[in-house]
Nanobody
Framework: QLQLVESGGGLVQPGGSLRLSCIVSGFSLDRYGIGWFRQAPGKEREGVSCISIIGSTVYADSVKGRFTISRDNMKNMVYLQMNSLKPEDTAVYYC??????????????????WGQGTQVTVSS
């Protein structure tokens, strides 16, 4: 059964860091791109970052220089290291499996399996 499970969310002060993890099962991680998305209350879901099977990465402008995506195919894991967190980063964060070996955070790019999400709250 294809599954993605996020973890690592929590409450952090502005300027702090968190590392989100996405563990996948039921498919070969080394064959698909993976994306991270987030949705804040009252807002549409937005793409945060993604990584292709060859390690090419994409970041939203709002997180460039602060977030880093990485993958460990041997462990079936994808990570999102988030530094210098801001209150506006508060959201539920989701990882998702691309239909392809590539990835994009553009609206409409096909992701065909999603995790349940992990809450990130940045507040003092």
């Amino acid at each position: 059964q294809l599954q993605l499970v996020e973890s690592g969310g929590g409450l952090v002060q502005p300027g702090g860091s968190l590392r989100l993890s996405c563990i996948v099962s039921g498919f070969s991680l080394d064959r698909y791109g993976i994306g991270w998305f987030r949705q804040a209350p009252g807002k549409e879901r937005e793409g945060v970052s993604c990584i292709s099977i060859i390690g090419s990465t994409v970041y939203a402008d709002s997180v460039k220089g602060r977030f880093t995506i990485s993958r460990d195919n041997m462990k079936n894991m994808v990570y999102l290291q988030m530094n210098s967190l801001k209150p506006e980063d508060t959201a539920v964060y989701y990882c998702a499996k691309s239909r392809f070996s590539s990835c994009s955070i553009s609206s409409g790019f096909p992701y065909n399996s999603w995790g349940q999400g992990t809450q990130v709250t940045v507040s003092s």
